[in-house]
């Protein structure tokens, strides 16, 4: 057990160390669908923050919805282009504002993989753990379609 954590720990380490220089230093995206948020996201190197409007569906046809705000780290960049397609996992804070989690504070863990189409247009398919107090833990995907500029 305590090897393969190990081995974990360095495929991290030096898919990081390989990654840094494959990320944008500087980038804006404009994310019009609900991964992260319909919101803004400023990514610098293999870290980014987000906050926007977060629709979901916990069962069909009623949407549950809220403010998010958070953190993605950016990992294992998969081709060559100007911005690099890759996969993520997030942490964010969620503020409930109707249904049952109206004024209630929740948890987001995400992970997932961001496809850069052409040039800054991307698309996203993740999925999302949101737990709050008192409530029973959430599970669900979370496509998105974005807009990211390099500076």
């Known amino acids: 057990m305590q090897k393969n954590v190990l081995l974990v720990v360095l495929l991290l380490i030096a898919s990081a160390t390989f990654a840094q220089s494959k990320f944008p230093e500087n980038q804006l995206s404009i994310n019009g669908f609900r991964n992260p948020s319909i919101g803004l996201e ?29 953190i ?21 804070y969620l503020r409930g504002t109707t249904r049952v989690y109206k004024d209630e504070n929740a948890l987001g863990v995400e992970a997932g993989f ?16 949101l737990t709050a107090e008192g409530k029973d833990l959430k599970i669900n995907p979370t496509p998105s379609i974005s807009y990211s500029f390099k500076f």
Request: proline fraction near 5%; glycine fraction near 10%; hydrophobic fraction near 35%.
């Open 42 to 70: 400023y990514q610098r190197n293999q870290f980014s923050i987000h906050a926007g409007y977060y629709p979901t569906n916990f069962e069909s046809g009623v949407t549950t919805e809220f403010l998010k705000a958070g």
């Open 72 to 92: 993605t780290y950016w990992f294992l960049p998969v081709d060559e282009k100007e911005i690099p397609s890759s996969f993520y996992g997030g942490l964010s």
């Open 114 to 129: 961001r496809w850069y189409v052409w040039k800054g247009l991307n698309f996203r398919i993740g999925v999302i753990a």
